[in-house]
Each structure stands twice: as structure tokens, then as C-alpha cells.
């Protein structure tokens, strides 16, 4: 088992930048493919980033790509999530997610996460 707890998030003016970190317990974190979610109010979760167990490959959501820059340190047991040039849309609580069968492949599907932390506020005026 793995906990995650995030942590960097915060009020930002639109054009700026945040980031988000997430730390785990557990030595397996370096087994698993870890992601990025969020949520606005009155929305579904919606996937963000995703990153690899080695941090060779990443994924992003159309929306984000060339903005957000995901990143892992496993000696630090630490996922990152640096948000460039924030808009208003990107307000949402931010979570992080483990998916410990990580030889499926990067994924953005909510059901592929097996663990989540309890979210950071983002808000972007």
C-alpha cells in the first residue's frame, strides 16, 4: 500500500506558476505509475499528467500539454507537477494517484489508480 499526500497548492494570478508536489509512503513507490487529477466544482475528475515508474515516459491532457511539466524523484519518494502559465480554467482541486500495475502502460483513466491523496486547492484568478 502506498499513501499520498499534496502539497504546493495555493492562489495564483492567471499567467503564473505552481507546483504541486506529492509525497508517498511505502518503499514501492518507484514500482508505480504515478498521475495527476483534478477537479473543478460541479465537474468530473479529469486526468492531468501521468508519469512512468522510472520517469522515462509521460503523458499529458491536451489541455496542459506544453503548460504542465510532470517529474518524479524516487529517492524522494516525490511526484512534481509545475503548472506554467495558469489560466482560470485550470482552478480545481489537484489530486495525485498510484497505479501499482504500472506493465499496463500510462493511463488516464480514473480506474487505474488504485490510490489517491486528499487533493490540494489550485486557484487561478
Known amino acids: 500500500q502506498v499513501q499520498l499526500v499534496e502539497s504546493g497548492g495555493g492562489l495564483v494570478q492567471a499567467g503564473g506558476s505552481l507546483r504541486l508536489s506529492c509525497a508517498a509512503s511505502?518503499?514501492?513507490?518507484?514500482?508505480?505509475?504515478m498521475g495527476w487529477f483534478r477537479q473543478a466544482p460541479g465537474k468530473e475528475r479529469e486526468f492531468v499528467a501521468a508519469?512512468?515508474?522510472?520517469?522515462?515516459?509521460?503523458y499529458y491532457a491536451d489541455s496542459v500539454k506544453g503548460r504542465f511539466t510532470i517529474s518524479r524523484d524516487n529517492a524522494q519518494n516525490t511526484v512534481y507537477l509545475q503548472m506554467n502559465s495558469l489560466k482560470p480554467e485550470d482552478t480545481a482541486v489537484y489530486y495525485c494517484?498510484?497505479?501499482?500495475?504500472?506493465?499496463?502502460?500510462?493511463?488516464?483513466?480514473?480506474?487505474?489508480?488504485?490510490?489517491w491523496g486528499q487533493g490540494t486547492q489550485v486557484t487561478v484568478l
Open positions: 511505502g518503499r514501492t513507490f518507484s514500482s508505480y505509475n
Open positions: 494517484a498510484a497505479d501499482e500495475e504500472p506493465g499496463f502502460g500510462l493511463s488516464s483513466r480514473r480506474q487505474r489508480y488504485e490510490y
Open positions: 508519469i512512468s515508474w522510472s520517469g522515462g515516459s509521460t
